[in-house]
Protein backbone atom coordinates (compact mmCIF):
# COMPACT_ATOMS: atom_id res chain seq x y z
CA UNK A 1 0.00 0.00 0.00
CA UNK A 2 1.41 3.37 -1.15
CA UNK A 3 1.46 6.13 1.14
CA UNK A 4 2.28 10.13 1.79
CA UNK A 5 5.75 9.87 3.32
CA UNK A 6 7.52 11.40 0.96
CA UNK A 7 5.08 14.33 0.07
CA UNK A 8 4.79 15.02 4.25
CA UNK A 9 8.73 14.83 4.58
CA UNK A 10 9.29 17.08 1.31
CA UNK A 11 6.34 19.80 3.11
CA UNK A 12 8.62 20.25 6.16
CA UNK A 13 11.70 20.18 4.01
CA UNK A 14 13.30 17.62 6.33
CA UNK A 15 16.11 15.43 4.45
CA UNK A 16 15.84 11.68 4.92
CA UNK A 17 18.22 11.74 7.88
CA UNK A 18 16.17 14.12 9.36
CA UNK A 19 12.92 12.08 9.03
CA UNK A 20 14.63 8.99 10.01
CA UNK A 21 15.78 10.59 13.25
CA UNK A 22 12.81 11.25 14.03
CA UNK A 23 11.17 8.16 13.41
CA UNK A 24 13.67 6.40 15.58
CA UNK A 25 14.92 4.54 12.39
CA UNK A 26 17.56 4.13 10.74
CA UNK A 27 17.86 6.23 7.29
CA UNK A 28 17.22 2.44 5.46
CA UNK A 29 14.89 1.88 7.26
CA UNK A 30 13.03 4.78 6.55
CA UNK A 31 13.78 4.56 3.13
CA UNK A 32 11.98 1.26 3.07
CA UNK A 33 9.07 2.72 4.78
CA UNK A 34 8.73 5.53 2.33
CA UNK A 35 9.23 3.38 -0.85
CA UNK A 36 6.52 1.33 0.74
CA UNK A 37 9.53 -1.46 0.23
CA UNK A 38 8.16 -2.25 3.96
CA UNK A 39 4.88 -2.56 5.36
CA UNK A 40 3.62 0.28 6.99
CA UNK A 41 1.91 -1.17 10.17
CA UNK A 42 -0.33 0.65 12.92
CA UNK A 43 2.52 1.71 15.30
CA UNK A 44 4.69 3.51 12.44
CA UNK A 45 1.34 5.15 11.03
CA UNK A 46 0.53 6.66 14.61
CA UNK A 47 4.18 7.91 14.58
CA UNK A 48 3.76 9.31 10.85
CA UNK A 49 0.71 10.61 12.11
CA UNK A 50 2.72 12.21 15.38
CA UNK A 51 5.66 13.32 13.28
CA UNK A 52 4.44 15.16 10.63
CA UNK A 53 1.41 16.90 12.46
CA UNK A 54 -1.31 15.15 10.55
CA UNK A 55 -4.58 12.65 11.10
CA UNK A 56 -3.93 9.17 10.48
CA UNK A 57 -5.68 9.45 7.32
CA UNK A 58 -3.37 11.44 5.34
CA UNK A 59 -0.72 9.52 5.84
CA UNK A 60 -2.30 7.52 3.29
CA UNK A 61 -4.30 9.93 1.18
CA UNK A 62 -3.84 12.18 -1.48
CA UNK A 63 -2.77 15.62 -0.45
CA UNK A 64 -5.72 17.91 -1.64
CA UNK A 65 -4.90 21.03 -3.42
CA UNK A 66 -6.36 24.43 -4.14
CA UNK A 67 -6.15 26.38 -7.47
CA UNK A 68 -3.99 29.55 -7.15
CA UNK A 69 -6.56 31.89 -8.33
CA UNK A 70 -4.18 35.34 -8.33
CA UNK A 71 -2.53 37.65 -6.02
CA UNK A 72 -3.15 39.89 -3.51
CA UNK A 73 -0.93 42.53 -1.86
CA UNK A 74 -1.85 46.04 0.35
CA UNK A 75 -3.12 47.45 -2.92
CA UNK A 76 -5.24 44.87 -4.97
CA UNK A 77 -5.33 41.80 -7.00
CA UNK A 78 -4.27 40.99 -10.45
CA UNK A 79 -5.56 37.86 -11.44
CA UNK A 80 -4.63 34.98 -14.16
CA UNK A 81 -6.49 33.00 -16.18
CA UNK A 82 -2.98 30.55 -16.66
CA UNK A 83 -0.37 30.79 -13.74
CA UNK A 84 2.63 33.23 -14.10
CA UNK A 85 6.13 31.88 -14.96
CA UNK A 86 7.50 30.66 -12.66
CA UNK A 87 4.49 30.46 -9.88
CA UNK A 88 2.38 27.39 -8.94
CA UNK A 89 -0.81 27.21 -10.30
CA UNK A 90 -2.12 24.67 -7.40
CA UNK A 91 -0.82 24.56 -3.56
CA UNK A 92 -1.27 21.76 -0.93
CA UNK A 93 -4.31 22.56 1.26
CA UNK A 94 -5.49 21.06 4.50
CA UNK A 95 -7.35 18.01 4.09
CA UNK A 96 -10.69 19.24 6.01
CA UNK A 97 -10.79 22.42 3.62
CA UNK A 98 -13.78 22.26 1.87
CA UNK A 99 -14.06 21.32 -1.68
CA UNK A 100 -14.40 24.88 -3.45
CA UNK A 101 -11.18 26.50 -1.31
CA UNK A 102 -8.67 28.14 -3.63
CA UNK A 103 -5.88 30.43 -2.95
CA UNK A 104 -4.02 33.75 -3.62
CA UNK A 105 -0.49 34.75 -3.47
CA UNK A 106 0.00 37.39 -1.04
CA UNK A 107 2.53 40.31 -2.38
CA UNK A 108 4.00 42.95 -0.10
CA UNK A 109 4.41 43.21 3.33
CA UNK A 110 0.47 43.80 3.69
CA UNK A 111 0.39 41.04 6.57
CA UNK A 112 4.09 41.50 7.67
CA UNK A 113 7.08 41.31 5.70
CA UNK A 114 7.48 37.60 6.61
CA UNK A 115 4.34 36.95 4.78
CA UNK A 116 5.51 38.40 0.96
CA UNK A 117 4.59 35.52 -1.71
CA UNK A 118 2.92 32.98 0.74
CA UNK A 119 -0.46 31.54 -0.05
CA UNK A 120 -3.92 32.41 1.79
CA UNK A 121 -6.43 29.89 1.47
CA UNK A 122 -10.35 30.84 1.60
CA UNK A 123 -13.21 29.01 0.53
CA UNK A 124 -16.94 30.55 1.94
CA UNK A 125 -17.64 34.31 -0.31
CA UNK A 126 -20.23 35.99 2.52
CA UNK A 127 -21.87 38.19 0.40
CA UNK A 128 -22.79 40.77 2.35
CA UNK A 129 -20.56 40.41 4.72
CA UNK A 130 -21.89 38.55 7.97
CA UNK A 131 -21.07 39.17 11.42
CA UNK A 132 -19.31 35.90 11.78
CA UNK A 133 -16.60 37.40 9.68
CA UNK A 134 -15.54 40.44 12.26
CA UNK A 135 -12.65 40.31 13.57
CA UNK A 136 -10.89 37.32 11.18
CA UNK A 137 -8.55 37.71 8.93
CA UNK A 138 -10.31 37.60 5.42
CA UNK A 139 -9.65 38.05 1.80
CA UNK A 140 -12.51 41.05 1.02
CA UNK A 141 -14.00 42.22 -2.03
CA UNK A 142 -14.25 46.43 -1.63
CA UNK A 143 -17.17 48.31 -3.37
CA UNK A 144 -14.28 50.58 -5.30
CA UNK A 145 -13.10 46.94 -6.98
CA UNK A 146 -9.91 46.18 -4.52
CA UNK A 147 -9.21 43.03 -3.21
CA UNK A 148 -7.74 43.21 0.01
CA UNK A 149 -6.46 40.83 2.70
CA UNK A 150 -6.81 42.26 6.23
CA UNK A 151 -8.62 42.08 9.42
CA UNK A 152 -11.92 43.11 9.15
CA UNK A 153 -13.51 45.18 12.19
CA UNK A 154 -16.77 47.05 12.50
CA UNK A 155 -16.43 51.04 11.33
CA UNK A 156 -18.63 53.90 12.59
CA UNK A 157 -19.89 53.60 8.85
CA UNK A 158 -18.49 50.39 6.94
CA UNK A 159 -15.96 48.26 7.95
CA UNK A 160 -12.16 49.02 9.26
CA UNK A 161 -9.61 46.77 7.69
CA UNK A 162 -6.59 46.20 9.86
CA UNK A 163 -3.01 44.69 8.21
CA UNK A 164 -0.10 43.10 9.78
CA UNK A 165 1.92 46.62 9.97
CA UNK A 166 -0.33 48.29 12.16
CA UNK A 167 -1.75 50.38 9.53
CA UNK A 168 -5.99 50.87 9.56
CA UNK A 169 -7.98 51.95 6.51
CA UNK A 170 -11.57 53.06 8.20
CA UNK A 171 -15.06 53.50 6.93
CA UNK A 172 -14.46 50.80 3.69
CA UNK A 173 -17.73 49.42 2.06
CA UNK A 174 -16.70 45.83 1.91
CA UNK A 175 -19.36 43.92 -0.79
CA UNK A 176 -17.84 40.51 0.14
CA UNK A 177 -15.60 39.19 2.19
CA UNK A 178 -13.98 34.62 2.69
CA UNK A 179 -12.22 34.16 5.91
CA UNK A 180 -8.55 33.06 5.54
CA UNK A 181 -8.37 29.42 6.85
CA UNK A 182 -5.24 28.93 6.68
CA UNK A 183 -1.66 30.55 5.04
CA UNK A 184 0.95 28.57 3.14
CA UNK A 185 4.29 29.73 2.71
CA UNK A 186 5.60 29.34 -0.74
Known sequence: MGNNLKTLRKRRKWTLDEAAGRFGLSRGGYIKIERSERGLGDKHIQKAAKVYGVPAHEVFSEPRTAKVVGKV?????????????????????????????VALQIEGDSLGPGFNRWYALFARVEEPVTENLIGKLCVVGTADGRRLIKWLRLGAVGHNLISGTGDIEEGVK??????????RPA
Do not use: F, H, Q, R
Open 73 to 101: GAGGTVVYEEPLEGELDSIECPADAPPET
Open 174 to 183: VVWAAKVIDL
